[in-house]
C-alpha cells in the first residue's frame, strides 16, 4: 500500500510539460528525488511542505524513480478556472475514486466542442494504426514514419496500461512537434485530447485531429510479472481487436531483443506472442525488419509461424532506418538499453512505422 513520507521542498530540478522534478528533504534529513504535476496538486516552491507517495521509489522500481507529491497541504491551488457543478466544463473522471481523481472534458461527451463528430463517426476509414507493448517503441515508430513520410500526420493514443499522466513522459514532452495531438484514453489523462475509451480516442485521431497514421501503446510503467498473461502489454491484443471493430489496419509492431537477460524476452517476446497470438481475435499486419542478425531471424521466423496462421507477417525493408533512429529527437531506451546495445528492438519498431506509413500511401 502507500509509503506515507512528509518533507520539506529544498530545491527544483527539471522542468517539462505537465511535470516539475524537485529535491525534497525530510525530517531526518533524509533527501528524496520527486514529481510533482502541477495541474493535480500546484506549483511547488523551495520551503513548500509536501506529502509523498515514496513507495516506488523505496522499492527501486525502474519507471517509478520517484516520490510523488500528492499535495502542498499548506498552500492548496485554487479550484480550476472553469470548475462550476454544471457539466459545461467536462464530467470525464479518470483515475476514478482515487484521491486525485481529475475531471476533465471529454473529446467524446455532450459539452465537447467535438462531440458531433465523434458522434456521427461510423469509423476510422481504414486509418493505419501501429500497437506496440511499450512506450519506449514510441520515437522508433515515429523514426520509421518519418523515414520516407515527413508530412504525415501522427496521432498518439495513449492507453492506460502503464503512467496514467502523459506528463510523466519527458520523451512525449520532446515529441510534441512531431505529433498532431496526444490521445489519453480509457483512466489515463493529461493529453491534447481526452477520450472515455480507445474506441472515441480512435474516431477522434481520424476525424478530429485528420491523422493519416495513429500510434497505440501504454504509458511509461509496463507491469510484468513473468507469466503468460500477467502484463500490461496484453491490451495491445484488445487494441488490434478496437482497431479492426472501427475499420482500421492494425499494424503490429513486435517486440523483438537479441539483448534482453531475460529468455522469455529474446527472440520475439512473449508479450508480442500472447497479445497477437491469443488476445487479438482480429486479423492485423505483423511488421518483422528485414537484415537481422541471421540467428536472430531464425529465432523470430520460428516464433511467427503459429501466428501466420492468424495474421499477416510482413518483411519490411530497413534501408535508411539506422540513420533515422539516429535522428530521433528524443534519446532512444528501453528497459535501459540504448540503441546500439538493442538495435534489433528499435528497428522493429521503425519498420512497423515505415510500414504503415506506406499504407496510407495505397
Known sequence: MVRWRVGTVAGLRRRWAGAVELDVELADGTAMRALAYPELVGTPEPGDRVLLNAGALLMGLGTGGYALVVALPDRLPPDPPQASESRDAGHLVKARYTPLQPILLGVDEEASPHHAVVAAAEDVAGLPVVTADLHSALPAILAGIRADSPQTRVAYLLTDGGALPAWFSRTLDALRDELVGTISVGQA????????????????????????????????????????????????????????????????????SSADPRPRHRGVSHHSLTAYGRVALARAELVVPDGLEPALAAQVDAALVPLAERHDVRTVDTTGLDAALRASPVPLSTMG???????????????????AARLRQE
Open 189 to 256: 489523462f493529461g493529453g491534447d485530447l481526452e477520450a472515455a475509451t480507445l474506441h472515441t480516442g480512435l474516431l477522434a485521431a481520424r476525424h478530429v485531429l485528420h491523422a493519416d497514421v495513429a500510434v497505440v501503446a501504454q504509458g511509461p510503467g509496463n507491469l510484468g510479472t513473468g507469466t503468460r498473461w500477467g502484463f500490461s502489454g496484453v491490451a495491445v491484443g484488445e487494441a488490434v481487436n478496437a482497431i479492426a471493430t472501427l475499420g482500421g489496419r492494425p499494424v503490429g509492431s513486435l517486440r523483438i
Open 337 to 355: 538499453r540504448g540503441l546500439d546495445a538493442d538495435h534489433a528492438y528499435f528497428l522493429a519498431a521503425a519498420a512497423a512505422g515505415r510500414y
